[in-house]
């Protein structure tokens, strides 16, 4: 019910969007997320739009990437630039819905709906 996409190869300092696409529901009222996973490391939390539009980031990404979310279209987006080599990962969006439209969880346990994944690699 959600599909990533944008994923691709490029240099450092360069930029990438990936869109997150949700179909079956309507997600305006979900708590939108990216994590990303690198090879042999743990699923991270990236960056997040609550329910109510708000945004939240990670340390490592934040001034570089930004979040947003159209709700007519039923998708969210993560405009990455500044691309470092150690963002190359896969990233996966994630939707999940709570009482608050504050709410916004940094584990991946918390999420009820995946998205496939999208590779994003950047090179030196």
């Known amino acids: 019910q959600l599909q990533a996409s944008g994923g691709g190869a490029v240099q450092a300092g360069g930029s990438l969007t990936l869109s997150c696409a949700g179909s079956?529901?309507?997600?305006?009222?979900?708590?939108m997320t990216w994590f990303r996973q690198a090879p042999g490391k743990e699923r991270e939390f990236v960056a997040c739009?609550?329910?109510?539009?708000?945004?939240h980031y990670a340390d490592s990404v934040k001034g570089r990437f930004t979040m947003s979310r159209h709700n007519a279209k039923n998708t969210a987006a993560l405009q990455m630039s500044s691309l470092k080599p150690e963002d190359t990962a896969v990233y996966y969006c994630?939707?999940?819905?709570?009482?608050?439209?504050?709410?916004?969880?940094?584990?991946?346990?918390?999420?009820?709906?995946w998205g496939q994944g999208t590779q994003v690699t950047v090179s030196s």
């Open positions: 994630a939707a999940a819905r709570r009482a608050s439209s504050l709410w916004v969880g940094v584990r991946d346990r918390e999420y009820e709906y």
């Open positions: 079956g529901r309507t997600f305006s009222s979900y708590a």
């Open positions: 739009v609550r329910s109510g539009g708000d945004t």
